[in-house]
């Protein structure tokens, strides 16, 4: 709700580092709420227009606020740097959108989730070239550790259940989606 100007030309600067990938986690949370949706629209596309013209890629967080997202996205060229849609929670129908605007998925722990029909749908149906796994430290710990705060070391159990979901071996997973993050963020 506070953000201006000056920051956009903070976040600039610091994106000059080495060590700086993507812009993100950067989006639209109408779960919480705690900023004015127009505000966090405005926002949201001020920092992809930076991430276009600094040549990054962005990292979406996206809350639902699916179809304002998607919006957003396409209006201010995201295609143009790609990305990733972090904690993918959609649709597989939202998925075209977001693969057609050159766009990674990654999923987090919740996708061990007892009640996750939908991200498990979308995670069969993710070209593997396009999918990536993650943690969401400290946040979204996977089953079995669920309720406990989450750390890199249990990333394990999501590419176990991606695997599973997938039919695949869980190496292989490793091997797709470490390279995947490679291309996605630009890491020789």
Known sequence: ADMSEEDIELLKKYSH???IKAIGEIGLDYF???SPRDKQKY?????????????????IHDRDAHR????????????????TFHCY???VEML?????????????????FKKAAKPIEAAKAVPPDRLLIETDSPYL???PLRGKRNSSLYVHYVAEKLAEIRDMDVNKIIEITAE????CFRID
């Open 17 to 19: 580092h080495p060590k």
């Open 32 to 34: 919480y709420d705690n």
């Open 43 to 59: 926002w949201f596309g001020r920092q992809i227009d930076l991430a276009v013209e600094l040549d990054m890629p962005i990292i």
């Open 68 to 83: 304002d997202t998607l919006d957003i996205l396409k209006e201010h060229h995201v295609e143009k740097v790609g990305g």
């Open 89 to 91: 929670t959609g649709s």
């Open 96 to 112: 075209k959108d977001v693969l057609e605007m050159n766009l990674y998925v990654a999923f987090g722990g919740s996708l061990t």
């Open 141 to 143: 710990t996977p089953e």
């Open 180 to 183: 995947n993050a490679k291309k």
